[in-house]
C-alpha cells in the first residue's frame, strides 16, 4: 500500500529534524533552512566539505556567532599537520596571537616551542588549536557562552584531525573538555581518556612564565607525553 500523504509528511518532518540536529552540532546556524529528501549539489558539497581541515577553516573563518568577532583581528584557526598524532589545545588566543591569526606565537609561544623541542618535537610535527577561536578583551578567561558558541567548531577539528594524543594546556582547556570544575593540580600528571584518545593536562605556558615552581611539575607532564606517544608507536 503506497504512503499516505500524512505519512509522507512525518518523514520530510523527521528528515528535516535530523539534517537541522547535525547542522547544529557542526556549529552552523544559516543558510540551512530548506531539506529536501533528495541532497541538493550544494548539500552534497557541504557533507564532503567538513571531511577536510582547510575546507572546514574556510567555512569558519569568517564566524560571527558571538560578539567577539567585532574586535578581533584575525579568526585563529589553528595551525599544524592535519594529520598529527598529536593534538595541543589551549585556551584563547593572546595580543600577538590575534595579530598574526596564529596560536601561541608571543612570549607563552616562544616557551611552548622550547618545551615541544625538549621532548623532540617540532611545531610542524603537531596541530595546535584553542577552544576559543577568537581572542577575548584584555585576555580575559573565556565566558561560558563563549565556550559553548565556539567548542562545536573544535571539536570538528579533533573528529577531522583524528589525533591519538590530546594535551590540554591549562586549566580551562581541561575542564572545558573533560566538562570538569576538579583543580589542574589534580587533573595533571596522569592520562584521561577523551572519548578513545589518551588526554593529558599540564599548566599553560603563559603559567610557566609567571611561576617558575611550575616548571618541574610541567616537565615531568612532558616526559609522560613523550613517553606515552612512544609507546602508542605513533
Request: with cysteine; net charge positive; glycine share 6%.
Given at each position: 500500500?503506497?504512503?499516505?500523504?500524512?505519512?509522507?509528511?512525518?518523514?520530510?518532518?523527521?528528515?528535516a529534524?535530523?539534517?537541522?540536529?547535525?547542522?547544529?552540532?557542526?556549529?552552523?546556524?544559516?543558510?540551512?533552512?530548506?531539506?529536501?529528501?533528495?541532497?541538493?549539489?550544494a548539500?552534497?558539497?557541504?557533507?564532503?566539505?567538513?571531511?577536510?581541515l582547510g575546507?572546514?577553516?574556510?567555512?569558519?573563518?569568517?564566524?560571527?556567532?558571538?560578539?567577539?568577532?567585532?574586535t578581533?583581528?584575525?579568526?585563529?584557526?589553528?595551525?599544524?599537520?592535519p594529520?598529527?598524532?598529536?593534538?595541543?589545545i589551549?585556551?584563547?588566543?593572546?595580543?600577538?596571537?590575534?595579530?598574526?591569526?596564529?596560536?601561541?606565537?608571543?612570549?607563552?609561544?616562544?616557551?611552548?616551542?622550547?618545551?615541544?623541542?625538549a621532548?623532540?618535537?617540532?611545531?610542524?610535527?603537531?596541530?595546535?588549536?584553542n577552544i576559543l577561536?577568537?581572542?577575548?578583551?584584555?585576555?580575559?578567561?573565556?565566558?561560558?557562552?563563549?565556550?559553548?558558541?565556539c567548542?562545536?567548531?573544535?571539536?570538528?577539528?579533533?573528529?577531522?584531525?583524528?589525533?591519538?594524543?590530546?594535551?590540554?594546556?591549562?586549566?580551562?582547556?581541561?575542564?572545558?573538555?573533560?566538562?570538569?570544575?576538579s583543580?589542574?593540580?589534580?587533573?595533571?600528571?596522569?592520562?584521561?581518556?577523551?572519548?578513545?584518545?589518551?588526554?593529558?593536562?599540564?599548566y599553560?605556558?603563559?603559567?610557566l612564565?609567571?611561576?617558575q615552581?611550575?616548571?618541574?611539575?610541567?616537565?615531568?607532564?612532558?616526559?609522560?607525553l613523550?613517553?606515552?606517544?612512544?609507546?602508542?608507536?605513533v
Amino acid at each position: 500500500m503506497p504512503p499516505t500523504e500524512y505519512e509522507k509528511m512525518l518523514e520530510a518532518f523527521a528528515l528535516a529534524k535530523n539534517f537541522l540536529r547535525e547542522q547544529i552540532e557542526l556549529g552552523f546556524d544559516e543558510v540551512y533552512t530548506q531539506v529536501k529528501t533528495k541532497k541538493t549539489t550544494a548539500q552534497k558539497e557541504d557533507r564532503r566539505a567538513v571531511t577536510n581541515l582547510g575546507d572546514f577553516y574556510q567555512q569558519i573563518k569568517n564566524c560571527k556567532k558571538c560578539h567577539l568577532y567585532r574586535t578581533r583581528t584575525n579568526f585563529v584557526f589553528g595551525v599544524g599537520d592535519p594529520e598529527a598524532n598529536l593534538m595541543l589545545i589551549g585556551e584563547a588566543p593572546g595580543r600577538e596571537e590575534d595579530l598574526q591569526g596564529e596560536p601561541f606565537v608571543g612570549a607563552a609561544g616562544k616557551l611552548l616551542d622550547k618545551m615541544l623541542a625538549a621532548i623532540n618535537f617540532k611545531r610542524e610535527d603537531i596541530f595546535i588549536a584553542n577552544i576559543l577561536k577568537c581572542r577575548p578583551p584584555e585576555n580575559r578567561d573565556p565566558h561560558p557562552d563563549e565556550i559553548e558558541t565556539c567548542k562545536p567548531y573544535l571539536l570538528q577539528q579533533i573528529k577531522l584531525i583524528q589525533p591519538k594524543i590530546i594535551c590540554a594546556l591549562g586549566r580551562i582547556s581541561a575542564q572545558v573538555l573533560l566538562e570538569t570544575k576538579s583543580p589542574l593540580g589534580q587533573l595533571r600528571g596522569k592520562f584521561h581518556d577523551w572519548n578513545g584518545i589518551e588526554f593529558l593536562v599540564t599548566y599553560h605556558p603563559a603559567a610557566l612564565l609567571r611561576y617558575q615552581q611550575y616548571k618541574k611539575p610541567a616537565w615531568e607532564d612532558l616526559k609522560l607525553l613523550r613517553k606515552e606517544y612512544d609507546r602508542l608507536d605513533v
